[in-house]
């Protein structure tokens, strides 16, 4: 009798679902049109929010198709980079690395018709640094002269933010910074119409006005965003008519749309257990592109917490650790274990470290030298990251087995962030963490300068990785600024064994047979401009 | 009936105050930055100071939520910190979506969950009393999580029958999540509806009906069906309020842009004048939603009267 009334049940919705499909047909019409359309379709597991580069650390597709910055970085191979001109055509430096000026492309159109001049420029970069614009980004100009006044609300515009013409902007920095345009070319600093970004005020990050080669069409929050081909960007209109990017949040949907052909690229970064079935199934594996991320997994050691304030004890987790078991297991040998902070493909990555051996026998020995009695440490972490909680089990018994206790301590993301920049509530964490631009002050002035080696919970407070980093700012020898970040490196990795680094990754995309010239662009990141793409 | 629901508004203002004050001060207990959370992996302690100023964060609490509660007098929910958009703009943009997922999720379960109530009381202790309920126990106990994966999986990929996920084909786009979150609920109507009529079956009215020599359908769905729907239908109210205020799980298998999601994103970003908002929004729902159940007891029974 079950068994009839569950044939009855599945009958039932069999019928419904027939039906709502028979009823439907009209609209698969409809859509069919629409398809003519060359579009991309794409699936993105939460809603960006805003399109104001200025306002998001992280969630950058819009930012990068909206907009264009005075410089871009253009992937020149797997991992590797160049500084190529974007907005502007060329640009000259100062003999003394301070002053930046910059000629802009003549005839550049934003999506609003207006014509783009100097005046565009130091608006935008002036917005970023006013206080009342809450900012998130401003740690990418905020060397320039008299921004500091500015962000404090001393100053009603940035002292060095100058429109000598229409068409040339200069910038003088407060001191030389090497790094400074290869910061210019992160997605953060697009460049927006003064006119239209005035009038936007709070809506500017729904309504954004760009020169980018993609407009936004439709937003249609935590659902889906439509963005339509500019016709007049500067380069060339795309080779796409429009991109669709469904808010999907479910990965395990992702990949059923992607299946069923409703999506076209599957991001496998947030579905990390179905890289083996993609990338070997006769059916798929010619359509998977991968490229290296261009970044570092790591575990975060602080130095305020017992007992991670013990060098040796430090010192055995970089031993105890197997990083190409973790890779095989949980990362089916998508990457290389690594050696230090820096990434390949980054400047200034040494490729010379020795990297760790996994020697458990090693670090028992330096447990015991420790001298601590039954060392314990709790790793923290955010309750809704499986794959964080995988790698974290996995550590917890390898460091186990050198006797030291590990407890895993899950709280929810808003508990971790704060706490973890007070310095001295976690312990240990996992992390990661991927280029910005191309400099490895991204990396080693972000994590180890004095404020953030604290708001990071490292705690690591070596007075010559503080003398290194802040000299590496002001050189502007590329050779011997790389020498200094790379003694830093040494100093936090092998010396005082502060950072764990575990490996670098290649990040997997699953992409339909139709998409062509899908490349993972140099730093590996999910978000990327789709201009080059061809759907035939 | 007027007076009766003109009553209810002191109370429906007095519950409003006291869940956003507790909310509040809850959240305000709790770790957490929203500034911190919006910079991730980025944070700069600098900046996170600097724009916490200028969002008046560092205001002690009861000046904060003061503030709060005088612009929500004046109909102004605030921005949310996270997205900079109107709170009461979040809300409505994401009330259609909800709006329909719900009325066709109640369809399901209460269709489903009637049908199968009342054909267990009626055939007690037979196959199909046992058919029933293990079916209502499967709908309680199958996480939506999984049993939306299979449906998505069989009718939008194996058949392609029905969307995977989204809401861009009507009511096609519906059908899945509607079962999956209609069966859920469905369960809970049909256990509740069988205990209720088996109890009602037993009563003398019931016994007079069938000695005057009534059928058998005459007699559930005259006599005892509408008495035995009175416990069903508070259920059902709260089922309308639970569902308006939002289907996280469902809305994020499905790809929907709901009320759950913007209410749990609001949480997970410390987002307070949002996640204010969406208190204020399902505390008004289910105020509401207790008025039409008390509504409908007297529609049900007349006995029941407001006057």
């Known amino acids: 009798m079950k068994a009839r009334l569950s044939a009855a049940l599945i009958a039932t919705i069999f019928t419904v679902a027939l039906a709502l499909n028979g009823c439907s047909s009209k609209s698969n019409t409809g859509n069919d049109a629409a398809s003519a359309a060359k579009t991309l379709t794409i699936a993105i597991s939460t809603d960006p929010g805003t399109a104001d580069g200025q306002m998001t650390t992280e969630e950058y597709l819009l930012p990068l198709n909206l907009f264009d910055r005075l410089v871009e970085v253009e992937t020149t191979g797997p991992g590797q980079s160049k500084i190529v001109p974007g907005l502007a055509d060329k640009w000259d430096v100062s003999a003394d690395g301070k002053v930046y000026t910059f000629s802009l492309h003549p005839g550049v159109k934003f999506h609003n018709g207006e014509v783009l001049t100097a005046d565009d420029v130091v608006y935008t970069f002036d917005r970023m640094l006013n206080p009342k614009t809450k900012a998130l980004n401003t740690d990418f100009l905020d060397m320039i002269d008299g921004a500091k006044e500015r962000m404090d609300g001393k100053?009603?515009?940035?002292?060095?933010?100058?429109?000598?013409?229409?068409?040339?902007?200069?910038?003088?920095?407060?001191?030389?910074?090497?790094?400074?345009?290869?910061?210019?070319?992160?997605?953060?600093?697009?460049?927006?119409?003064?006119?239209?970004?005035?009038?936007?005020?709070?809506?500017?990050?729904q309504e954004p006005v760009g020169t980018g080669p993609f407009r936004l069409k439709k937003w249609e929050y935590n659902a889906?965003?439509?963005?339509?081909?500019?016709?007049?960007?500067?380069?060339?209109?795309?080779?796409?008519?429009?991109?669709?990017?469904?808010?999907?949040?479910?990965?395990?949907?992702?990949?059923?749309?992607?299946?069923?052909?409703?999506?076209?690229?599957?991001?496998?970064?947030?579905?990390?257990?179905?890289?083996?079935?993609?990338?070997?199934?006769?059916?798929?594996?010619?359509?998977?592109?991968?490229?290296?991320?261009?970044?570092?997994?790591?575990?975060?050691?602080?130095?305020?917490?017992?007992?991670?304030?013990?060098?040796?004890?430090?010192?055995?987790?970089?031993?105890?650790?197997?990083?190409?078991?973790?890779?095989?297991?949980?990362?089916?040998?998508?990457?290389?274990?690594?050696?230090?902070?820096?990434?390949?493909?980054?400047?200034?990555?040494?490729?010379?470290?020795?990297?760790?051996?996994?020697?458990?026998?090693?670090?028992?020995?330096?447990?015991?030298?420790?001298?601590?009695?039954?060392?314990?440490?709790?790793?923290?972490?955010?309750?809704?990251?499986?794959?964080?909680?995988?790698?974290?089990?996995?550590?917890?018994?390898?460091?186990g087995e050198i006797g030291i206790k590990v407890n895993i301590k899950q709280v929810d993301s808003a508990t971790w962030s704060a706490s973890r920049k007070t310095g001295n509530q976690i312990a240990m964490y996992h992390s990661s963490w991927s280029a910005d631009f191309n400099d490895p002050d991204n990396f080693l002035y972000t994590f180890f300068a004095p404020n953030n080696s604290v708001a990071r919970s490292f705690n690591e407070k070596n007075a010559k990785v503080f003398e290194s980093l802040d000299k590496a700012r002001q050189v502007t020898n590329m050779a011997e600024r790389y020498k200094l970040y790379q003694d830093a490196e040494k100093l936090v990795v092998y010396d005082d064994a502060a950072f764990v680094p575990l490996f670098h990754l290649e990040h997997l995309f699953v992409v339909a047979a139709k998409v062509k010239n899908f490349k993972v662009s140099w730093n590996g990141w999910s978000n990327m401009s789709y201009y080059g793409i061809k759907v035939e | 009936m007027l007076r009766y629901i003109l009553s209810r508004i002191p109370v429906t203002i007095a519950i409003i105050i006291g869940i956003t004050a507790v909310t509040f001060f809850l959240l305000n207990v709790v770790p957490g930055d929203p500034v911190a959370l919006m910079m991730k992996e980025h944070i700069n302690p600098e900046t996170i100071a600097r724009v916490r100023n200028e969002m008046h964060l560092d205001?002690?609490?009861?000046?904060?939520?003061?503030?709060?509660?005088?612009?929500?007098?004046?109909?102004?929910?605030?921005?949310?910190?996270?997205?900079?958009r109107p709170v009461a703009s979040l809300i409505i943009g994401a009330l259609p979506n909800t709006l329909k997922l719900t009325a066709a999720a109640l369809l399901v379960a209460w269709v489903v969950g009637i049908v199968a109530g009342v054909l267990s009381a009626v055939k007690q202790y037979s196959a199909v009393d046992y058919g029933a309920m293990a079916f209502a126990l499967l709908g309680v106990s199958v996480p939506i999580f999984w049993s939306g994966i299979l449906l998505q999986y069989l009718f939008g990929l194996k058949l392609g029958w029905l969307p995977i996920s989204g809401m861009k084909d009507g009511l096609r786009s519906l059908a899945l999540p509607a079962i999956v979150l209609g069966w859920a609920s469905a369960a809970s109507i049909a256990r509740l509806t069988r205990s209720s009529l088996l109890e009602v079956m037993r009563t003398d009215y019931v016994r007079t009906a069938y000695a005057k020599g009534l059928r058998d359908l005459p007699v559930i769905i005259r006599h005892a069906l509408q008495n035995s729907l009175l416990p069903v239908v508070t259920v059902m109210a709260m089922q309308i309020a639970g569902m308006l205020s939002g289907s996280v799980i469902t809305e994020s298998i499905f790809g929907i842009g709901g009320i759950g999601r913007v209410s749990v994103g609001a949480i997970q970003a410390r987002d307070m004048p949002l996640l204010q908002g969406a208190v204020i929004f399902a505390a008004v729902l289910v105020v509401l939603a207790n008025l039409l159940a008390d509504l409908a007891y007297a529609f049900l029974d007349p006995r029941i009267r407001y006057d």
Not at chain 1, 176 to 205: C, Q, S
Not at chain 1, 367 to 379: F, R
């Open chain 1, 155 to 205: 100053a009603d515009a940035t002292k060095g933010l100058q429109a000598i013409d229409k068409n040339t902007v200069q910038i003088t920095l407060a001191a030389p910074f090497a790094p400074f345009l290869a910061g210019l070319a992160t997605p953060g600093v697009g460049i927006y119409n003064k006119k239209a970004t005035e009038a936007g005020g709070d809506k500017f990050g």
């Open chain 2, 59 to 84: 205001d002690p609490a009861i000046v904060r939520y003061g503030r709060f509660m005088w612009g929500a007098v004046q109909g102004d929910l605030g921005r949310s910190y996270k997205l900079n």
């Open chain 1, 224 to 399: 889906e965003l439509v963005l339509e081909a500019f016709p007049d960007y500067f380069r060339g209109k795309a080779r796409i008519d429009q991109i669709i990017a469904k808010v999907i949040p479910s990965a395990d949907t992702q990949r059923l749309e992607f299946e069923a052909g409703t999506i076209d690229v599957f991001d496998l970064d947030g579905a990390r257990t179905q890289i083996p079935y993609f990338r070997d199934n006769a059916k798929w594996q010619s359509q998977v592109v991968s490229g290296p991320r261009v970044g570092t997994y790591y575990y975060a050691l602080n130095q305020a917490m017992k007992p991670l304030d013990n060098l040796k004890i430090r010192q055995a987790i970089q031993y105890g650790i197997n990083r190409e078991l973790l890779l095989e297991k949980f990362y089916y040998k998508t990457g290389v274990p690594a050696k230090g902070v820096l990434a390949p493909g980054l400047a200034g990555y040494n490729a010379a470290l020795p990297g760790f051996t996994y020697d458990p026998e090693k670090a028992k020995t330096l447990v015991k030298e420790s001298g601590v009695a039954s060392p314990t440490i709790d790793i923290w972490q955010v309750t809704d990251s499986a794959d964080t909680l995988k790698i974290n089990e996995a550590v917890q018994a390898m460091l």
